[in-house]
């Protein structure tokens, strides 16, 4: 059993940055670890996730509507964290952001994913 806690929601203005982290229990460091986001009246969508490649690699892939803009990384250093860096933040980027876990499947799609937190605000203002 993998359980997730999200932390660094908020807001911030328009071109601002924000960082999340997402500390997971259990044994995680081969799972795929992903970031969701859902904004008011829109159904869930696949912002980032990173998957485990062997040894301590990971690969980092991203939603064209994010890429050049977030990045995400994992620190397994003390159990496994996963980061997502978000910069040059736009209005239409505010939503809920949920980490997911996953043990095996596509990386995309949420309904292949296996655990997940219980979800972070991120509002950005224009």
């Known amino acids: 059993q993998v359980q997730l806690v999200e932390s660094g929601g908020g807001l911030v203005q328009a071109g601002g940055s924000l960082r999340l982290s997402c500390a997971a229990s259990?044994?995680?460091?081969?799972?795929?670890m992903g970031w969701f986001r859902q904004a008011p009246g829109k159904g869930r969508e696949f912002v980032a996730a990173?998957?485990?490649?062997?040894?301590?690699?990971?690969?980092?892939?991203y939603a064209d509507s994010v890429k050049g803009r977030f990045t995400i990384w994992r620190d397994n250093a003390k159990g496994t964290v996963v980061n997502l860096s978000m910069n040059s933040l736009k209005p239409e980027d505010t939503a809920v952001y949920y980490c997911?876990?996953?043990?095996?499947?596509?990386?995309?799609?949420?309904?292949?994913?296996?655990?997940w937190g219980q979800g972070t605000q991120v509002t950005v203002s224009s």
């Open positions: 990173t998957t485990w490649t062997g040894g301590n690699t990971y690969r980092p892939y």
């Open positions: 259990g044994r995680a460091s081969s799972y795929a």
């Open positions: 997911a876990a996953q043990v095996s499947g596509r990386y995309y799609s949420q309904h292949e994913y296996d655990y």
